[in-house]
């Protein structure tokens, strides 16, 4: 007797079928959800307060370094902070950032992309011109003409690397949105009378959610790294706040004597940004049917 026929399968388990195919993918993936379970449990995993000193142990070797114990894992700073505490806690900040930014970028961008090919041809000129005069200017120089303009601080951070990020979803949503407007079951639901805002929301918006899911998750990775620039520029989160960028900046000084202040949070940046963007990598063939194997 034959064996009976597999039920068909669900759009979610087809979905994880076509991600776990990529290996780097399912790895980035396993790297960030890891991270982020550090970052939202920093407050019991961390052995120490990111800002508490130890004047006994300033600048400690790390605990397979010579002259190193594994009272301080990854060491301290210079001014005796336990650096594996302050990686932990600078994960909580960063991804902060980074799902802040995606989050607010990726709202607006839907409002102001749908805005330009429902609203009139004033208000699709007005708005492209404006993105693209944001792009005309290289994202890091426009980030700290925000933050010096606003004043450096963590909230001002989010609102510049947010500024910089717009252009990308509001040309996104716009030019998905106006290749969705020609198809028939547009067409079909204009004749039925469905109103401007629904035909937008409702008809359009749902079948422009996959390319901006990915470029939403890659977009986190973009984030953190333009955060931790300005924050090694100073002008991001400030001292004592534990950001990976600001305790780049801290450790500069030291990258002869005590390599290890500007590598350890170097490879947390490092680590972070590649896993989502392999998990990003996977999201986009996951998402693409034309991508998956047969």
Not at 1 to 20: K, N
Not at 21 to 41: D, H, Q, S, T
Request: charged share 15%.
């Amino acid at each position: 007797m034959a064996d009976a026929a597999p039920p068909d399968q669900t759009p979610l388990r087809a979905f994880w079928a076509a991600f776990r195919e990529n290996r780097g993918a399912l790895a980035g993936f396993v790297v960030v959800m890891f991270i982020v379970a550090l970052a939202i449990l920093a407050d019991l995993v961390a052995p120490y307060s990111p800002t508490e000193q130890f004047r006994d142990a300033v600048r400690a070797a790390p605990m397979w370094a010579e002259g190193g114990s594994s009272r301080f894992v990854l060491g301290t700073d210079s001014l005796g902070r336990d650096m594996l505490s302050r990686l932990i806690h600078g994960a909580r900040i960063s991804l902060f950032i980074g799902l802040a930014v995606m989050g607010v970028s990726f709202v607006i961008g839907v409002l102001l992309g749908l805005a330009c090919v429902s609203l009139g041809n004033a208000v699709d000129v007005a708005i492209t011109r404006l993105m693209d005069l944001i792009m005309a200017v290289p994202s890091l120089v426009l980030a700290i003409l925000v933050v010096a303009v606003l004043g450096p601080s963590l909230t001002n951070t989010i609102v510049a690397v947010t500024i910089v990020y717009l252009p990308r979803y509001v040309r996104l949503v716009r030019a998905s949105a106006l290749a969705e407007l020609g198809k028939d079951y547009v067409i079909a639901a204009k004749v039925a009378g469905v109103g401007p805002w629904r035909l937008m929301f409702v008809t359009v918006l749902p079948n422009c959610l996959s390319p901006l899911i990915v470029q939403a998750a890659l977009g986190v990775s973009d984030a953190i790294l333009e955060a931790a620039a300005l924050g090694f520029l100073g002008l991001g989160a400030q001292p004592p706040t534990a950001e990976w960028g600001t305790m780049l900046a801290d450790a500069r000084e030291f990258i002869r004597s005590n390599p290890w202040l500007v590598t350890l949070p170097g490879l947390a940046i490092l680590v972070t940004v590649v896993s989502i963007n392999l998990a990003g990598d996977g999201l986009r063939d996951a998402l693409d049917p034309k991508m998956r194997r047969s």
